[in-house]
């Protein structure tokens, strides 16, 4: 690709549009994530017996259990968060900026 090209795509309006949205979407995803993981790493640290307690009287499965099935499923929804966004509102800025250029 030559220079001029890329000078003129970096100075795309909707370029920037879409490197600022992306990125800030981004970030926004991986702040929920990291909330959700340092959360429950600091219960284990700091309240250690919540996540032991058994979820019913004589059940051996305890809360710590479904609360870190729920982490992971969190992280598989908010990568499909992620991808029905870049599939919808990034493609379709990619591709306007492809037309505009053209």
């Not at 429950?40 to 979820?55: D, E, H």
Request: aromatic fraction near 10%; charge should be neutral; glycine fraction near 6%.
């Amino acid at each position: 690709m030559q220079q001029d090209s890329v000078d003129a795509i970096k100075a795309h309006p909707r370029y920037q549009e879409l490197v600022c949205s992306r990125k800030c979407f981004a970030w926004n995803l991986t702040v929920i994530m990291l909330v959700i993981y340092y959360g429950f790493i600091l219960i284990i640290a700091f309240a250690p017996s919540l996540l032991g307690t058994p979820i019913a009287e004589g059940a051996v499965t305890t809360v710590g259990m479904p609360i870190g099935v729920g982490i992971i499923v969190s992280a598989f929804v908010l990568t499909g968060i992620y991808v029905a966004k870049a599939n919808s509102r990034f493609d379709a800025l990619t591709k306007a900026i492809r037309e505009d250029l053209q």
